[in-house]
């Protein structure tokens, strides 16, 4: 690959400003806006879509190496994801992804494509995930703004944290900082309200609008939590239309010089009470004067036309910021509600706050931003530079120390007074209702030291900070009364009373030292009665973000730093010196040369050994080091250990389901030998019952020979002249089975002729003689076996005599007949509920089928063996034994049959 288009810059030969800038404008160039610095990723914001998000690619990004895949911000999900699951070298450890950059670098994109990646990896409770999707746009709804930087700005800062249980998520909490509420009621030009108000506009008609009778129409707009009650959506809309009537009362002086509201917003003042659920009086009151309770005394002092103004700002502000925190504590309702508390839970947190500002006039807003990105960029240098370098210096590791742009001093301060106490002087200053100028010289004289503090000679209260990203002018004019939030205890009275519940609630909240709304059920006071509510956290922001780093410093980081690559929100557009500007205050110069030089990895042995030892020796890593607690690895070494963890972890999975199978296939065996022992032994059983009722049939077979045999003896000794010889059968010329069914034929005869049809008689017996012809001629050979006729072959008996044969028979017994009046035969069975008939059809090719059946057979035993396995169509009842041939007959007939049966041995 080409050097500007090197992925990583750690890998850069030439290290310095002009060969970074030149490898990052050359991947912008081919829309690679992401890059990486060893482990830290760098983003610039192409300001066009491009195809680098689909689900494909999500897929790709899944647990794959990073140095497999270009570069890109899935791939920091997929590194968190798994570090997270102790699956990179290191133990299960909480992880936080910080993302960094000014205003529109793109860090809330970023963060949303982080969150998606993260979702997608843990798929489980798909309604958890959508939902922690889905609060995005609501929260963008409330806490975003277009400002000159960003159309679509994030005018607060927040840390989402997901909760995991093993590899799923389990719930979310968002955790939000610094709302800048002075845009409620002041926007610089350019610049615009949060999103929430042109929502609420959209789609209305201008009368309505007039009016602010927009209530109904505004519930319409995406926020479907399921924990926000239809009572209180509405209870919401109203409130946020109060604050736009409120907006639209203004102030003159009367002859007396006392201040009221002008004629003409008359109308709003009764609107805004309507809209809060108040007393028209009572808001006026509040906006007029205050009211504050010294020695048990009420003291009322009149505002004059400017307080009366600030007074109208500090509600609008204040009700604002409490209708986002309850939204916040919504969200987090609803986000948490699976989880338990029992269980361990892992962590991955997501930091995206507002980037770094610097505009023509910066107030306490800025301020605040300011010294809460001066925090993250004192974590990230704590963490690439100092704890790092110090931790070579502790382990004795050689190293040449890599100096870089510590920010350290602005914070804690260094024989002088950290600035971060600059807030905290503003909060007194604000108690003691000084002015804005008292505070700047307070600033002025207590700061003068700090290298980072300038004083500037101005007649307006003004002064300079030098802060990580550069020189920013603050102007205080305002600073104290224009933060006024914390409202007089008579307004927050008025509010607690309200007849809107959700207003109510909301000033009855407590505010923790975190600045979280704690919403509580409001308790009614009277208006009259002067409260002095103790606030205990008028500028929390300290605490907060105390707090916050806390938690951070307790993970394992992952950076993501965006880079601004134009003013213009122009895509394919690159200004050099606006990027060169954001690199050198981010200090990645020095960050690359301290990835390129450095050890990211440092784990302590116990818990290397823990994982890895057993690989060690078998890579060929070089470079590493070890120390005297640690080892240091380079970035890449973690990854490749980690690939060869997993190689191993394959490999065990491999040797643990053949050990399975094996050993599942050896008890199988078992089973199976088992079971063909219990077959063979009941299939020689049966085979023994067969045989015992074949005995049975034989020996009964040969009794009944016997009698037959003695009966003819007597008959013999009776009539001694007559001799009937088998052979008289042959004289016939018809001694065959058919015999069976001359005594029937000349009863049928007999029975024609009586009916005198001779016609139809003489018909019939031809007929049955050219099937005896046709039996003689063709059939005999085919159905003896060894000149034996089978047992269930009957000759040319009648339907009703087989019928006759069967009908004490078990079920299937069966036998086969030649029909009477047609060449074929006839298989008769008992069935279910009677004798069944089917006529068997003789093909050309000479093979047997019965009727309605698909399978010729070359021979009738043939055709009945099968039958006795496969059941007949339709109604699948089997043949089972063979019904013999004397079984219903006569004595005289069966002697005949077996004479017969005799003959046509000699015969054939
Ligand atoms: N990866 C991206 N692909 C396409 N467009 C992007 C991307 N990242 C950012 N943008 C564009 O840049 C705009 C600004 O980005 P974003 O709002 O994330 O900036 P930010 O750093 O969060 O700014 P702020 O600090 O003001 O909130 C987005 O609205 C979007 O149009």
Redesign the pocket.
Known sequence: MEEHLQEDLASLSDLDEKSLLESLTGRFSHNH?YTYIGDILVAV??????PLYEKEVSERYKCREKSSLPPHIFAVADRAYQSMLGRLGTGPKNQCIVIS?E????????TKLLLRQLMELCRANSQLEQQILQVNPLLEAFGNAQ?V??????RFGKYIQLRFQNSSVKGAKINEYLLEKSRVVHQDEGERNFHIFYCMLAGISPQDKEMYVFVVHCVKICIDLNSVMTQEKVDMMTILAGILSLGNITFETTDSDAVKVSEKSQGWLKATAGQFGVQEEELLRCLTCTMSVTRGESIHRLHNQQQAEDARDSIAKVVYGRVFGWIVSKINELLSHKLDSDVALSEIGIL?I??FENFAVNRFEQLCINLANEQLQFFFNHHIFLMEQNEYKEEGIQWETITFKDNKPILVGYRSVPLTRCLALFELFFNLQATDGNFVDKLNSKFKANPHFEVVKSHSPLFTIVHYAGKVQYNASGFLEKNRDNIPANIRALFINSVTPLLSVLFAATISRTGTLMPRKAKVCSTMKPLVYHCHAKCPMQHSLAVLMEKMFAASPHFVR?IKPNSSKLPDQLDSKLVMDQLRYNGLLETIRIRREGFSWRPFFKEFVQRCISILNTTELRGWKCGSSRLFFKYWHQEELARLLERLGKAAVVIQKNYHAMSCRRKYLVLLAEVRRQQQAQREREMEEEMRMRRQLLEEEERKRQLFMEQENKSKREHSFVTRKPWAFLNLGQATPFDNDLQVNTDLMKLLGQSGDEERAKEKRKKRNNTIRWFKETQVRKVARNGTFPCWFHGMITRRQAEDLLIDKPLGCFLIRVGQSREGYTLTYRGADRCRHYMIEMQSNGKYVILGEDRAHSSLPDLVQYHTQVGIEPLMELLTIPCGQVSSASAVSKASFLHKKFYIITFS
Not at 103 to 110: L, P, V
Request: hydrophobic letters at 20%.
């Open positions: 806006i914001n192409p300001f066009k879509q491009l950059g205003s529109g670098a793109g860090k809330t994109e970023s400002t930087m960003n159309d679509n700005s994030s995206d507002f980037g965006c």
